[in-house]
């Protein structure tokens, strides 16, 4: 029921961001019509690409037409390509998930980690050192990070390729400079809740049965202290999606983030609607499955049974 409650709440949020990225995207300045048609073009042939776009069409028709391409892939297509919205974006999406995912998993892996670090090791030198590094990486710019990375990986060393998105070896980059910020964020995060849980009581009596230090911290005092992580996790997965704008200009990836680039650049107006849209929903989803992670970590949270 739980589940069901929050995708009925979700239908007028999204119907609102509907609303919003419609109205919005049709107040963008500049004439898709005139950039497709080129400065050479007549009013007459400007006019006939404006009625062949929907253009000319009220702003309530073209808002229908705009909800109606949700459930007929044929209704939206690109300006720039004449191509189906939903196939532009099918052919980029695996990537800046595979990038999105990748940040996150290496965030969660090494935040935990140096957290754990630095909760074991209080007031000595590693303790120093990652707490400046994790100040670094909250506070530097992905797309410093990102010139930084090719800069000293790309072009210094030359162990990675700068751009680009055809081997394995391509992500690396990324995912690294995706990375960094929730590696940092979710490192301070767990090392205030393990600090704040080492002298609990349950604890002392994970102790009192023998169990090892390393087991004790692993398996009960760190589950508690990732309930946090992981509400902070999905809005970093949030952020990583909407930020793959930046992160995939940086190193020529060819994903949603540029896609979206190219079509604010070409006043492409269906494919800045849909990928917003799209972006929306994923956020919708994500704080969905945020909720239910954290129910699962935190028996507290979970709702009563009602007979």
Request: proline share 5%.
């Given at each position: 029921?739980?589940v069901?409650?929050?995708?009925i709440?979700?239908v007028?949020v ?9 109205w ?13 048609a ?13 009625e062949?776009?929907g ?8 808002y ?5 391409g ?5 209704l939206?297509?690109s ?14 999406m ?10 996150l998993l ?7 980690l ?5 909760a ?13 590094l ?17 800069w ?23 995912i ?9 964020t979710?490192?301070?995060l ?14 002392d ?10 087991r004790?911290?692993?398996v009960?005092?760190?589950r508690?202290?990732?309930i ?9 997965f ?8 930046i992160?995939?200009?940086?190193f020529?990836v ?6 979206l ?5 070409s ?9 917003i ?8 989803v994500?704080?969905?499955?945020t909720?239910?992670?954290t129910?699962?970590?935190d028996?507290r949270?979970?709702q009563?049974?009602?007979?």
């Amino acid at each position: 029921m739980f589940v069901v409650r929050r995708l009925i709440a979700a239908v007028p949020v999204l119907v609102i961001v509907s609303v919003l990225v419609f109205w919005f995207v049709d107040l963008i300045p500049g004439d898709p019509a005139q950039m497709l048609a080129g400065t050479m073009a007549t009013d007459a042939e400007v006019a006939a690409i404006r009625e062949f776009l929907g253009l000319d069409r009220p702003l309530g028709t073209r808002y229908v037409m705009f909800l109606r391409g949700l459930v007929d892939p044929d209704l939206a297509k690109s300006f720039r390509t004449g191509r189906p919205v939903a196939l532009e974006i099918a052919e980029r999406m695996p990537t800046t998930v595979v990038i999105a995912v990748g940040g996150l998993l290496v965030g969660l892996i090494v935040g935990a980690l140096s957290g754990v670090a630095c909760a074991l090791r209080q007031g000595t030198l590693t303790d120093t050192v990652i707490t400046v590094l994790t100040l670094a990486g909250i506070s530097m710019p992905i797309y410093w990070l990102g010139l930084l990375c090719i800069w000293l990986f790309a072009v210094h060393l030359g162990w990675l390729p700068a751009a680009g998105a055809s081997t394995p070896a391509h992500f690396v980059l990324p995912i690294l400079a995706v990375a960094t910020r929730p590696a940092a964020t979710f490192s301070r995060l767990v090392t205030a809740n393990l600090l704040e849980v080492m002298g609990k009581d349950y604890l002392d009596t994970a102790r009192s049965k023998g169990l090892s230090e390393m087991r004790v911290i692993l398996v009960h005092a760190l589950r508690n202290s990732l309930i946090a992580a992981v509400s902070v996790a999905g809005v970093q997965f949030g952020a990583m999606l909407g930020g793959s704008v930046i992160n995939e200009t940086v190193f020529g990836v060819p994903g949603i983030g540029r896609l979206l680039v190219q079509a604010v650049g070409s006043s492409d107006y269906p494919i800045i609607q849909y990928c917003i849209l799209m972006f929306a929903v994923f956020f919708v989803v994500i704080n969905l499955a945020t909720d239910l992670l954290t129910m699962w970590l935190d028996p507290r949270t979970r709702q009563p049974v009602t007979r």
